[in-house]
């Protein structure tokens, strides 16, 4: 423990997860460590969770992203969680969310730290943050994940700490710490290339403002992605063609521009696309490193990756952490309104890839909600890369449930992406440059390219309807039928018209 907690005069903080718990009141608003499952808090939740048990209470949760089962699962059946922002991807409170219990604020993640600045998100009366040890002058080391512990720890009114012994003392010193200033006084933010440190290697504390340490040894829960299978590796494979036709007529090279990958089994089997490839000397600046860049860095094509957090399965987990020197020196984590700021993703160029639940045949992405109304996680970073990105790229296969949906329809029934952040489609049926076309001249390459062959006639037929009902307008649609592929699969369960059947 002396090695983990080297601040004297924090010595005589350490509680036990009830004291801390104790402390925890009914209409509190908690800023909580964590990032895609990853430097989540555990300990104090889980006593929050034995607390609730004989004394009803409710708060508010902010982290960085989603969290693993000790908030987002355990916490939010002991019908603890009023409000919770910005990410969540965990059934249990996902069910909550879509029955009414847990209200839902789902937002770009560079926006958070900015909302909490202003006061809009709080005025937060604890920040409880996991550590993996706080230094000699009072720098709290984050663990797996940095997310927007900076900001939390410097608004809140006051600070608890899970002291994580089972983390890794290798840890220190793969992060980088820089919180910008208020807006208006603010300086361009000094980095220029996906490797640069900027802060320090910890969060500075307010040595008063902490109000308890509470020791942890609890891990992160592995992430739960499924591997590749056959139909991503021909996502992966259509990807890769279009890089080398960008390559080819000279916007390109073959070390690309830092690479950006969103959550998820579709994106984390894409970009292991990369590793039988003749791409070298990749980078990687995204918000969260899956299995597939570990993978990548050991078949030596990333030679650096910076994100927010690590989220690894159990295997690639046990791998990585059991050989963490090998790739310390190779990586950096940052708060996630620097991971995910428009001004670097702008300003480094980023090739940006994200998935979709669906899109429609103008280009518009839903990211978020299963037939417009069933909130599935949120829309996380996509956004924040999408629009910014040099390249715009969303992967989604052609269809979901064995064929009964298509992820092309007429329109999407909710979206997170409008036409205008979208550059790039690809399905495992090929893909749809986008860029510098009309509404109009989009569809071709969407239906073309992109559909699933049992859907491409239905879809051009309501595109063709369209088209002459409104007389060419630039957007064509029938506003009676342009969800009425979302009413058929609620009323039959499947959005093919036997019409088209084949
Ligand atoms: O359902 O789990 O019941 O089998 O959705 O779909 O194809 O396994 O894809 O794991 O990559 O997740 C968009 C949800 C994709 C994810 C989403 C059903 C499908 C399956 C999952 P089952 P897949 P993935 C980083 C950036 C948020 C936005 C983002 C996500 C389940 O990638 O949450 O990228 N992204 N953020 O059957 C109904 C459809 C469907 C559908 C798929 N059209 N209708 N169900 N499914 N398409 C995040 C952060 O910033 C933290």
């Given amino acids: 423990l002396a090695k983990k907690l080297r601040n004297e005069q924090l010595r005589n903080k350490v509680v036990t997860a009830e004291e801390a718990a104790s402390w925890i009141k009914d209409g509190m608003v908690l800023g909580m460590s964590g990032f895609t499952r990853a430097g989540d808090v ?43 922002g910005p990410f969540q991807g965990d ?18 993640l560079s926006h958070n730290a900015e909302l909490v600045r202003q006061g809009i998100i709080g005025p937060i009366d604890f920040a409880i943050i996991e550590a993996a040890a706080i230094t000699e002058d009072g720098l709290l080391i984050p663990t797996t994940s940095v997310g927007n512990s900076p900001i939390f720890v410097q608004e809140a009114d006051q600070v608890i700490i899970e002291l994580n012994v089972a983390q890794l003392d290798a840890l220190e010193g793969v992060h980088d710490i820089f919180v910008p200033g208020p807006q208006g006084k603010r300086d361009p933010i000094p980095m220029l290339n996906a490797s640069d440190r900027l802060g ?44 080398r036709e960008e390559i080819k007529v000279g916007r390109l090279t073959t070390s690309l521009r830092p690479l950006q990958s969103g959550v998820g089994s579709v994106a984390n089997a894409v970009l292991l696309g990369f590793k039988d490839s003749e791409f070298e000397n990749l980078e990687v600046y995204s918000e969260v490193l899956q299995d597939a860049v570990f993978e990548l860095m050991d078949a030596g094509k990333v030679s650096f990756a910076s994100a927010t957090s690590i989220t690894l399965s159990e295997e690639v987990g ?22 995910n700021h428009p001004e670097i993703i702008r300003r480094l160029g980023l090739i940006s890839v994200n998935t979709a639940l669906e899109l429609d045949i103008y280009g518009n992405v839903n990211s978020t909600h299963v037939s417009g109304t069933r909130m599935m996680n949120g829309i996380g970073g996509s956004g924040d890369f999408a629009r910014n990105a040099r390249l715009g790229i969303f ?105 088209f059947a084949k």
Wanted: with cysteine.
């Fill in 395 to 499: 992967v989604t296969k052609s269809y979901a449930k064995g064929g009964k949906i298509s992820s092309i329809v007429p329109m999407v029934s909710h979206v997170d992406h409008t036409e205008h952040d979208v550059d790039i489609i690809v399905t495992e049926q090929g893909v749809a440059d986008l860029r510098g076309l009309a509404p109009k001249e989009r569809v071709g390459r969407i239906i073309e390219n992109c559909a699933h062959p049992d859907y491409k006639e239905q879809l051009w037929a309501y595109f063709n309807e369209a088209n002459e009902a409104t007389g060419g307008h630039h957007t064509p649609h029938i506003l009676e039928k342009a969800l009425s592929w979302h009413v058929n699969l609620a009323k039959n369960g499947t959005m093919q018209d036997p019409s």
């Fill in 200 to 243: 320090t290697i910890g969060i500075p504390l307010d040595l008063d403002k902490v109000k308890g340490i509470v020791i942890s040894d609890i891990l992160d829960a592995p992430s739960t992605i499924v591997p590749a299978d056959e139909e991503t590796d021909i996502m992966a494979n259509h990807l890769l063609n279009f890089l």
């Fill in 91 to 108: 059934p249990g409170i996902r069910n909550m969310i879509n029955s009414g219990e847990v209200t839902y604020v789902d937002a770009h």
């Fill in 318 to 339: 046990n791998h990585v952490y059991g050989n963490f020197e090998k790739y310390a020196d190779k990586l950096v984590l940052r708060p996630q309104e620097i991971s």
């Fill in 42 to 84: 555990k300990v104090v939740p889980l006593a929050l969770v034995e607390k609730a048990k004989t004394e009803s209470f409710k708060v508010d949760v902010y982290t960085g992203a989603s969290l693993g089962p000790e908030v987002d699962q355990y916490l939010a059946e002991a019908g603890v969680i009023r409000k919770r």
